[in-house]
């Protein structure tokens, strides 16, 4: 009864999602939760953001003054340095230049840090230019803590442990220097279409 050959049985993923996979990453339908440590619970009363270090002022949000900055969505793939992928992840949050737009400063570094303790490091030119987001909304509803709530960093084209959950702020670094999960054996700067998973890759 099968005159169509084998390959072409089933629903394939078509050509255009493929190349939105990077190589050694496979698409998960769920959303997987990875966390270094417990969920912090800090209330909005007492969450702000904070732009700080290398800057000629410091820049303090509070979340109400955050939530009346410009914001946008957010459609992209993610990318976990655990190998899964998920595709179309629809998010809202400020963009970062909005942030930095904000700030005096010609730092070319940052570290990202959060409720909790953790941290990680990033180039400015990573989180500027339309690249990289605060996001406070995912799919529609507001994130849930699990997944970095009440807000967490965005940026989509590093691996996922880049986009630090709980973020409270950015410290603006003259040279860069390793956060949680970098010092702890993964790459400096983590690109998921080089592969750079782990220190020397
Ligand atoms: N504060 C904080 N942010 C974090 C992490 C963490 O442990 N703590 N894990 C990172 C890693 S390794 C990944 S893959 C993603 C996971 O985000 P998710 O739990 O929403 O999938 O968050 C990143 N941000
Ligand atoms: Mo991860």
């Not at 303090?60 to 899964?84: G, N, Q």
């Not at 998920?86 to 949050?93: A, D, F, Q």
């Not at 529609?140 to 691996?159: F, N, Q, S």
Request: charged residues 20%.
């Amino acid at each position: 009864m099968s005159f169509i050959s084998r390959g072409f049985q089933g629903r394939r993923r078509d050509a255009g999602d493929a190349a939105r996979v990077p190589p050694g990453q496979h698409v998960v339908a769920d959303f997987p939760v990875l966390s270094a440590g417990p969920t912090p619970r800090t209330s909005l009363d007492h969450w702000s953001f904070s732009i700080e270090g290398l800057v000629d002022e410091p820049r303090r949000w509070s979340w109400d003054e955050f939530r009346a900055l410009p914001a946008e969505p957010v459609a992209t793939d993610i990318h976990c340095v655990t190998k899964w992928t998920k595709l179309g992840t629809r998010w809202e949050g400020v963009s970062v230049d909005t942030l930095l737009g904000q700030v005096s400063s010609a730092a070319p570094y940052a570290l990202a840090f959060s409720d909790g303790g953790y941290t990680t490091n990033l180039p400015l030119a990573d989180l500027t230019g339309g690249k990289a987001w605060v996001v406070y909304a995912y799919d529609g509803a507001p994130l849930a803590p699990a997944h970095g709530g009440p807000a967490r960093l965005l940026v989509p084209h590093l691996y996922f442990w880049k986009s630090a959950k709980w973020v409270r702020g950015l410290r603006l670094m003259p040279h860069d220097a390793p956060g949680f999960w970098e010092s702890n054996g993964y790459h400096i700067y983590g690109d998921p279409w080089k592969e750079q998973r782990y220190a020397g890759d």
